[in-house]
Structures are given as C-alpha cells and as structure tokens.
C-alpha cells in the first residue's frame, strides 16, 4: 500500500497546528508575508516573528535532509523567472492584503468571506499560469 500521502497529511496539520497555536496564544494570524513584513521591521516587541520564521524554516530543513526519503526535485525554471515569480507574488500579497497562509490556512478557517475570494482568486490564477506555461506557450 502506497502511503505518500501520510507526509502531505502530517505536514497539514503542523501547519493547522501551529497557525492555531499562535492565533490562540499571540492572536495573530500566522500570514508568512505579513510575518516577513513585520519582522524586517526589527521592532522588539515582534521578535515572535523571527522565532516563527526560524521554525518553519528550520522544520522544512529538517525534513529535508533528515526525514525525507528522497530528496526535492530542483526547479527547472531559470533565476530570472523565479525572481519574476517572487517579485510577483510579492506583489499579489501586497495587493490582495495576505498571502496563501493568511488566506487559505487562517482565512478560510476563520470563514471569511474576503478570504474566500482570495483563495479562489489566486488558485484560479494559478491553473491559467499552469496551463499556459505548460500548454499554450509550450514551454
């Protein structure tokens, strides 16, 4: 019996986990671009962003290279694209007030109606980015 989907089921509830703990515990909303954003602000009392960064980081890294059975794929895309991606969604956070977290994780759970909108705004753009990279332009 194939059981890959046991890892995608584990890492959905840490994520549900700890955007839950902190809502609980901060009442802040676990959005990764609105943490990023405050945390380059370097004022003392949003030290917790850097401490919730440096775990997500540190649990992707230790999964990684500790727990995974084989290792992630490496992008085929060019530096240039994935620059433009990043500015990009960097962008699409700024302009659609969050991110897929803030979104999709607290947003949704939260039954916000903006954040439905969001979600299916972004979802929506990215099968027609898919599609089209994949199939229309045939790259």
């Not at 943490?35 to 649990?59: D, H, S, V, Y």
């Not at 994935?82 to 302009?95: A, D, K």
């Not at 898919?130 to 790259?139: A, E, N, S």
């Amino acid at each position: 019996m194939d059981v890959n989907w046991l890892g995608g089921l584990g890492g959905g509830i840490l994520i549900g986990l700890s955007a839950t703990v902190l809502l609980l515990w901060n009442g802040r909303i676990a959005g990764i671009s609105g943490m990023i954003n405050g945390a380059l602000r370097f004022t003392a009392p949003e030290q917790w962003r850097w401490w919730f960064l440096a775990g997500l980081m540190g649990g992707a890294a230790l999964y990684e290279y500790g727990l995974a059975s084989t290792p992630t794929p490496l992008s085929t895309f060019s530096p240039n694209s994935s620059t433009l991606g990043g500015f990009l969604v960097g962008f699409g956070t700024r302009m659609g007030n969050g991110c897929t977290s803030g979104h999709g994780v607290c947003g949704l759970g939260r039954l916000s109606g903006r954040s439905l909108v969001a979600v299916l705004t972004f979802m929506g753009s990215a099968m027609v980015t898919v599609w089209i990279t994949r199939h229309g332009l045939g790259l």
